[in-house]
């Protein structure tokens, strides 16, 4: 015999309350509804007690059409009669969150969904409404920052509906077709964005973000044509869907030529992701992937490298140590430290954003992403002919050398030394260039450079030497800069271009704001470091220019005929000033307040100073450490990662062990045997239930009633309270037994929502959200819109709402 399916009476239960999203998503549910019966315009305004949807659709013509279309839930609708419903389910998703009363041309539905159950009342009204008006009374009453959470996520996902859409007096819908996009054909409107993800509009309505590694780019579809949705209309069935196979088709060759035509120069951090997912998929020219698209991060400095240049670095390394291998800092925090190591030349040092990349997050998952490349790599070289095979020196398989290993065996020297240690020659370049680093450190740090060449304002940093294993200059960001000696020596022998990468030290330790000892460099380092190198670029020049003077009118002094680049460095300026000034023009360095720059005497090293940094950096005189054998280290790093590795194994194998043993492990059993004891013991509650409720039938206990009676009900006097009012159907008046203080007599909450949420709107906002806040929204109010709206990253969704006019 062939039987249907039937469906249980609970589906509605769950139509209702497990659709139910935020209430944002439940009002536009009613928007695409007004849309599907040919509404011009809605009229939706929110309050913090309740809410009112107007259209001027079509409604609800019969009491026959309210019974089918209102009363029962998955009717479905007939091909091209409706913009966005399949199967009119959406509406019940507001009925989880209000009271609700529907009138339509003589008909008036109330539902009360806590007190009614899952039933309406039908009644035939004297004035007839035009169109569809719905009204409703939250069960629980917004705060307003839930209230402004809630308009604004209806912002997000209804901006290009076709309908106009007014929200609270406030016009919020647009007109694509009036919009500037890159480009249009039949089925879509396409936007791109170097970076961000993609917005994906379903006829006007959000549905989701696709990330962007999975285009290489960010940007924005707004189909014209109706997309094929799974039912709570989160994504697209992207296999089936024929509309959207032409819209992919599309955006996806947009998206090529956007990511080729940024040139190589500029490559974003979702093109770096999607190369990552090919080259572990083994998708695409995969020579060109591995050659000429960068996917690993390198530190110092967080540079973005190819795994080709990758391989080769970890094969060539200048370093003592052995090759074919490099360490992974593995958190944020690890980021200094590994910048450290990796200055000092010891291992490549790999970024902790490079795991993401590869979705990993543990080294020895990035050890077996690297095998799966290596593997699709060599299986791709065979493919090719012979004389197209590139090189094999990157078959070689690389080692992970444990990060805590070298950290814990790198001594960092730093300590503060007397230009004493100068020879005579370097130490007079240096006498001169001292106040002129002065002066810039204060220029960068916000001063202005003044009469004599003076800096004014900003702030005055003691220019210092120091000897450092890890770095070439360090600050404690007030009052002092100290430079490596190393560096300052190749005065002697190449004062320019030494003196020119004294002044690029500066504006990078002025660009820290702070300790630079112990510090990264984040994006805003990054900004305020791009910052001044442009806007002090005048003042660096016109300080070059002062060292030129004051090192060559030095050696002049001492009876000395100057020579090397400095002075015709200085000497070609003149010629140029001389020239320029005969046609009548300004010199190429106004000399203005030059010839007192010149003679500003410098201010003469203080040894006491110097004695007192020392100690505030090593605790005492610092002595020279041992000589470090870092291939023994490194040999040791190696063994300790893969130590490690084995280690999880054992662990994963034990506990996979434990918990498939049904004997060894009484708290865990199989699923056969899981299933049958808690059958076993639904019968016995079932039984149990029937004896004490006499009226009660065998078909009305259905397993999801037992469960919740023996679970929400200690007594035979609470399951026959429980029966009487279906409190699993009401659940709201059955837990308000439990907070009388809390709840009206109706089952109302009073304060309980407001005393539970509170501490989240109290948490403080970042600071890089700020400039993009609307007046009144709390952290609280943009992490629910931003989930909403289908983001991970709440910064990720305030500039997409910034830059797509969200506000």
């Known amino acids: 015999m062939r039987y249907p399916f039937e469906l249980d009476p609970q589906i509605i239960h769950h139509i209702i309350y497990s659709q139910a999203g935020s209430i944002g998503k439940a009002v536009i549910e009613l928007i695409m509804n007004s849309v599907d019966a040919a509404a011009g315009a809605v009229t939706v305004d929110i309050s913090q007690e309740g809410f009112s949807c107007r259209d001027d659709g079509r409604g609800f013509t019969s009491h026959d059409g309210v019974k089918r279309y209102f009363g029962r839930f998955g009717t479905p609708h007939q091909e091209g009669d409706a913009t966005y419903g399949r199967f009119r389910l959406g509406r019940g998703q507001i009925m989880a969150h209000a009271r609700t009363v529907w009138r339509s041309q003589r008909w008036q539905m109330s539902v009360d969904t806590r007190v009614m159950g899952y039933h309406y009342d039908l009644e035939e009204i004297a004035e007839a409404e035009p169109g569809c008006c719905i009204r409703g009374e939250w069960y629980e009453p917004l705060s307003s920052q839930e209230r402004m959470s809630c308009i604004q996520e209806i912002r997000d996902l209804v901006r290009y509906t076709p309908v106009s859409v007014c929200l609270n007096g406030t016009l919020i819908s647009r007109q694509p077709a009036r919009e500037t996009w890159d480009a249009e054909d039949d089925v879509a409107w396409y936007r791109l964005r170097e970076d961000g993800a993609l917005s994906i509009y379903n006829q006007g309505v959000l549905v989701r973000h696709d990330p962007g590694h999975i285009w ?8 014209k044509k109706p997309l094929a949705l799974n039912v709570s209309r989160t994504e697209i069935l992207r296999k089936t869907c ?49 050659n000429g698209e960068e996917v690993i991060t390198l530190l110092p400095g967080k540079r973005h490298v190819t795994l080709e240049h990758f391989v080769r670095k970890c094969r060539y390394y200048p370093a003592a140590t052995d090759k074919n291998c490099f360490t992974l800092a593995r958190y944020a925090r690890d980021v200094p430290r590994g910048e450290i190591i990796a200055r000092a030349g010891i291992a490549p040092v790999v970024h902790p954003v490079t795991l993401a990349r590869f979705g990993c997050f543990e080294p020895d998952e990035f050890m077996e992403c690297l095998s799966r490349v290596r593997a699709n790599l060599l299986a791709f070289r065979e493919q090719l002919p012979g004389q197209q095979r590139w090189g094999s020196g990157w078959q070689t398989d690389l080692a992970l050398v444990d990060f805590d290993t070298l950290s814990a065996n790198f001594i960092d020297r730093t300590q503060m030394v007397s230009e004493k240690q100068l020879d005579k020659e370097t130490r007079r370049a240096w006498t001169a260039l001292r106040w002129c680093l002065a002066q810039y450190a204060a220029v960068c740090s916000g001063g202005e450079s003044g009469y004599q060449s003076r800096s004014y304002g900003g702030k005055r940093f003691q220019i210092l030497l120091g000897e450092s294993t890890s770095a070439d200059a360090w600050t404690d960001g007030d009052t002092y800069i100290a430079y490596n000696i190393d560096i ?213 206990l259905s397993d999801q009633i037992v469960r919740f009676l023996a679970y929400e009900t200690d007594t035979d006097e609470e399951t026959l309270a429980a029966w009487t009012m279906r409190a699993w159907e009401n659940r ?30 109290e948490r403080a906002v970042p600071s890089d959200w700020l400039p993009f806040l609307q007046e009144g929204e709390t952290r609280w109010s943009i992490e629910r819109n931003a989930a909403a709206a289908g983001f991970m990253n709440e910064m990720d969704y305030l500039e997409w709402r910034e830059t797509s006019g969200g506000n």
């Open 216 to 223: 290489g780019t960010g940007g924005l579809i707004v189909s």
């Open 242 to 290: 024929p509309v959207w196979k032409v819209v992919a088709a599309r955006f996806g060759e947009l998206a090529a030529d956007f990511s080729d035509n940024q040139g190589k120069h500029r490559k974003t951090e979702a093109r770096r992701e999607k190369t990552a997912r090919a080259l572990l998929a083994g998708e695409g020219d995969l020579q060109k992937l591995m």
């Open 488 to 700: 300052v020596r190749r005065l002697k022998s190449d004062a320019l271009q030494t003196a020119s990468l004294l002044f690029s030290l500066t504006e990078h330790e002025v660009a820290h704001e702070g300790d630079s000892m112990d510090c990264g460099h984040d994006e805003a380092f990054y900004q305020r470091f791009h910052d001044i190198s442009i806007l002090c670029a005048p003042d660096r020049q016109r300080y070059m220019h002062v060292w030129l003077m004051k090192y060559t009118t030095s050696l002049e002094g001492e009876g000395k005929r100057a020579t090397g680049t400095a002075w015709r460095e200085r000497y070609l300026t003149e010629r140029a000033s001389t020239g320029r000034e005969k046609k009548g023009l300004p010199g190429v360095i106004s000399r203005e307040g030059i010839e007192d720059a010149v003679k500003a005497p410098s201010e003469p090293e203080d040894n006491s100073r110097l004695s007192l940094l020392n100690q505030l950096l090593n605790g005492s005189a610092p002595a020279a450490p041992a000589e470090t054998d870092w291939n023994s280290v490194v040999a040791t790093g190696i063994e300790q990662t893969r130590e490690n590795q084995a280690q999880r194994l054992r662990e994963q194998q034990a506990f996979e062990e434990w918990y498939a043993s049904d004997e060894e492990n009484s708290g865990y059993m199989s699923n056969e045997r899981q299933d049958t004891d808690e059958q076993h013991w639904l019968d016995a509650l079932k039984t149990h239930y029937l004896s004490l409720l006499p009226e009660v039938t065998e078909d009305m």
């Open 732 to 761: 709201a008046k059955w837990f308000a037994r439990d907070f009388p203080e809390n709840f009206g007599a109706d089952g109302e909450t009073e304060d309980f929502y407001e005393q539970d949420i509170e501490p989240a709107h």
